[in-house]
């Protein structure tokens, strides 16, 4: 699926074109420029969006085997969450985790 087709899905939804093309511009913008920034972008189920910084290293080139000399970078991440997961693995929407019980609760009523 291209940005066009993915257009098209939103319009389906939302009504027209137009609309969805200008939601999506204005979603796909604030990801880019908060991630250019330094912030983290979490979308709970999605996953999370975050730069990564690359240190310099020394490549070779495979083909002579000389050493290049590769410049520190910063990259775009993404971690998908556990439902995207979930989804792509078995076609299921994953089951949201239950809390962990305390311990000492109060809901017996007894004594100790």
């Known amino acids: 699926m291209n940005k066009r087709?993915?257009?098209?899905?939103?319009?389906?939804r939302l009504g027209d074109k137009k609309t969805a093309t200008e939601a999506?511009?204005?979603?796909?913008e604030a990801?880019?420029?908060?991630?250019?920034?330094?912030?983290?972008?979490a979308i709970t189920?999605?996953?999370v969006f975050e730069k990564s910084d690359r240190p310099a290293r020394t490549a070779r080139n495979p083909a002579t085997?000389?050493?290049?000399d590769v410049a520190a970078s910063s990259v775009p991440k993404f971690r998908p969450g556990a439902d995207f997961k979930a989804l792509v693995n078995d076609g299921t929407k994953a089951a949201p985790a239950k809390p962990a019980a305390?311990?000492?609760s109060a809901r017996s009523g007894k004594k100790k």
């Open 65 to 68: 085997g000389a050493p290049i």
């Open 102 to 104: 305390r311990a000492g």
């Open 45 to 47: 189920g999605f996953g």
């Open 31 to 41: 990801i880019q420029s908060a991630v250019a920034s330094g912030d983290k972008v």
């Open 24 to 28: 999506l511009n204005a979603v796909l």
């Open 5 to 12: 087709e993915l257009i098209d899905a939103i319009s389906d």
